[in-house]
């Protein structure tokens, strides 16, 4: 079975070794030669320290022929990134063609999530071709699934028999994958997750205790679920693995990038340096434009997300964003 990978970055090529060691084919492309040269040499990528790179994988910065002829093609680029992505990738891609997308955010300008920009552009593009799309979803770190430690994921379409597809391709002793036909629900988990988790950090970088983390973490669950609901999510999405699942390992981890992030804004480094010092991207800055403009249109109220805005344009203390919080008018908690 052959597999192509859009994007080198670590969860691509996490994905990629862990299915290169169950028997796939598999080529992962990046439009970055310095990024293929040193990967194709090395064997190691930079931020997945402790995991060699099998010989097996090829690395190439063709991206036809990371897409021509492939069971699966997997996206694991930037959220924001996507959308050329797939401009690139759409000559090569099949009508029928099952497309896995691992990225997790909400495009700002059409609010969309990330299987709606690659259905979006591949239809703006050619509008008689029909691919099927998966979301791949969870508490799942990369650093961890490239050095095989035990791991679940959701895999979630609307086409339960290509989630299944997806489980039986993906999974093995350790990773376990669940299916779930509530891809819109599993997508919006995952990319508000990384705000709450830029939250915790903050209040972790201000010297705050578990205590303040675990509100911040319950409070923001509800604010994810509370909108999904409204745009028509199944609830039960927002209590699973890609809901409360990937919210405690974002706000937590030492692997999280958002996480780190949030710290050090806590600390007083603005965002825009924040970022500079994680060295990755950070997909809940990414995420928050889009998160409060649908927000207001589903008229639903997120205090948490609404700080984390602030914060990150500079127009609050992350002090006084938590006392805000803090001091919000008495209310239930349901």
Partial sequence: MQIGVLGAGTWGVALARMLHNDGKKVVVWSALENEVENLSKSRVHPNLLGMKIPKGIEFTTDIK??????KIILFAVPSVFLRDTVKKAAPYINDGQIIVDVAKGIESDTMLTMSGVILDQLKALDDKKSVKVVALSGPTHAEEVALDM?????????????????????????????????????????????????????????????????????????????????????????????GVGDLIVTATSVHSRNNRAGMLMGKGVSCAEAIKLVGMV???????????????????????????????????????????LMTRDKKAEF
Wanted: aromatic letters at 4%; hydrophobic letters at 45%; proline letters at 3%.
């Fill in 150 to 242: 035990p791991t679940t994921i959701v895999s979630a379409c609307e086409d339960l028999k290509v989630a299944k597809t997806v489980q039986d391709i993906f999974m093995n002793e350790n990773f376990r994958v669940y299916t779930n036909s509530d891809i819109l629900g599993v997508e919006l988990a995952g990319s508000l997750k990384n705000i709450i988790a830029l939250a915790s950090g903050m209040a972790s970088g201000l010297g705050y205790g578990d205590n303040a983390r675990a509100a911040l973490i319950t409070r923001g669950a509800k604010e994810i679920a509370d909108l999904g609901k409204a745009m028509g999510a199944n609830e039960k999405t927002f209590s699973g693995l890609s």
């Fill in 65 to 70: 022929k990371a897409c021509s002829g492939k």
């Fill in 282 to 324: 950070v997909e809940g800055v990414n995420a928050v434009p889009a998160a409060k403009k649908l927000a207001e249109k589903y008229k639903v109220e997120l205090p948490i997300v609404n700080a984390v805005d602030a914060v990150i344009k500079g127009n609050l203390d992350p002090k006084d964003a938590v006392r805000d």
